[in-house]
């Protein structure tokens, strides 16, 4: 139980486009997903937390105009890279929360975002 | 000065050895401790989970939590070439919808046959 899928796995796009990517949880309800981005050999930082129906809470220094998220359903949100630039590629991940405590957070398997 | 200090490593250890990761931090108001495994490309998977101090164990894998030191550990025993991952060490305040976690840099483990 407590799946996370995200898609794509792996997404190239030309520089000046925009990238959607879905996270969804399988076989569970998560009022709460969480969107990290990941440089490589570096750490999980936190870009927003996005709840469902609402507004999406952004982290000091994420450009909220530039990293949409769209939390529509208690299964899915969605993160678009809206006019990408090489420099926003990374490796994206998102989690959803099973339950309120903080170790009931399960993560999808990424997206690798590259961008030419 | 970050939240979360975790020395990125890489570790390298034979198989069969003891592991030894750690953490430590500065925010006092941490109670929710946690350590994730994350193989390359793949996101991370809850290993184990400690609120406040005190040990807990998991098969080979034991968790040990030093509110007084800010300290937090993670020992393997009897490690095996499965276990060559990233460990990363997580934290949290409190338990409500929106708490957030906040990772250390995380460890690259390799265990060699």
Known sequence: ??????????????????????CRSLDFQATT?????????QSLMLMATSNEGSK?????????????????????STLTVTSAHPEDSSFYICSA????????QYFGPGTRLTVT | QKEVEQD????????GAIVSLNCTYSNS???????????????????????????????????????SSKYISLFIRDSQPSDSATYLCAMSER???????TFGEGTQLTVNP
Request: aromatic share 16%.
């Open chain 1, 97 to 104: 929360r099973y339950r309120l405590a903080p170790y009931e």
């Open chain 2, 95 to 101: 338990e409500t919808s929106g708490s957030r976690l």
């Open chain 2, 29 to 67: 108001a941490f109670q929710y401790f946690m350590w994730y495994r994350q193989y390359s490309r793949k996101g991370p998977e809850l290993l184990m989970y400690t609120y406040s101090s005190g040990n807990k164990e998991d098969g080979r894998f034991t968790a040990q939590v030093d509110k």
């Open chain 1, 56 to 76: 999406a809470t952004y982290e000091q220094g994420v450009e909220k105009d530039k990293f949409l998220i769209n939390h529509a359903s208690l299964t899915l």
């Open chain 2, 8 to 15: 990125p490593g890489p570790l390298s250890v034979p198989e």
């Open chain 1, 33 to 41: 997903m969480f969107w990290y981005r990941q440089f490589p050999k």
């Open chain 1, 1 to 22: 139980g407590a799946v996370v899928s995200q898609h794509p796995s792996w997404v190239i796009c030309k520089s000046g486009t925009s990238v959607k990517i879905e």
